[in-house]
DNA sequence: GTCTATACATAGATAGAC
DNA sequence: GTCTATCTATGTATAGAC
């Protein structure tokens, strides 16, 4: 049971899984599978296998394999919308703003939810159609979160490129960490990540 | 039969196939395929009917289907990083260098061999070790001349972040202008997004 | 070099007992 | 809620005729 309350208030509000379940143990040994061999080579018997089950009776859980990857995905939006208000909300000044979003899309990336974050990105075709507009709905509100700070800081001078673009470019330097960023070898802290990503923006120094 | 000389010469040398010959055109449906529906979803049938062929007449050309994912790889690799080089080549400053190196990558991924780009990135996990192995040397070729650039760049002050980092954050956001760059709809244009790009890294205005 | 036919494996999903 | 057993479809790859 996790003692941040942000997430306890979600799983109470029945939003996301309580990771103690048996259904959340099911998504978080999938999002694992499907980051590590990637959605299509992950057979229901891996998943099964993973949380100790055979395969017949995952089908008790889920109406179908995609099910279980759009479920992935759902609550991990949900989470991590919850995780960067929160963080956001916390800062006074715009420039804090984006360094908490920069950091917590980071933390997303690099930490516990890092395998459900790494399949929202590369996972995304194997949705279908009427699965994928229901995730987009909700990026949407994730993203905006992300826009209403960067336009703050275009508005006050701070950001001279454009806020969409530097959204896009974002969004592709931070989920592309996940290829490459190990902390457990030293070297590079979550905070001197965060650190350079707002330098590469010209924005540590002023 | 392509024009650039460069290109020529790579398919004289047979490092690359011509797109006009049996492999080149697969190699290119194979390309526009993968990145369309992922390589696990796309059957050796679907490869087949996209040439007009029958599935088992594939395997006069290649080995497996594997094979096939892998030759894209290597021959866009190799054709990418004789683009770049001379691209490079023709510029006296680094920070000139670094703009070509943007723009050629940008116009790889947004471009002609786009698709094949995307799969470089995206269906890695696809490739077995051993492959896998194979296709990281050319990588390594490829990603020595950014650095080689980026250091000269630190070197003359101009870039302050380190050159690693810089280039890994590159990586993941030209990698990314694939999912959301649409130059046929007006707006940005190619060389309007280099600029955006060198802004974001503060080296445009200086 | 392409065809047809098919071998062989493995995938997702279902049914009914316990 | 999990098991065993199995249906059915579809995947990659091969064989031999033309």
Redesign the pocket.
Known sequence: MPQNPIVKALIAEQLVSDPAS?RGRLLHEAARLFREKGY?????????AA?????????????????ILKAVMVETIRLNTALMRAAAEQCATPLDKLRALVRAELESINGQTGEAMAVLVYEWRSLSQAAQTEVLELRDIYEALWLSVLQQLAAQGQLTADPFITRRMLTGALSWTVTWYRPERGGLTLDGLTDEVLRMLGLNAE
């Open positions: 048996a299509e080579r992950t057979t229901v018997r891996d998943l099964a949380v100790g089950i055979q395969s017949g009776s995952l089908f008790h859980h889920f109406r179908s394999k995609e099910d």
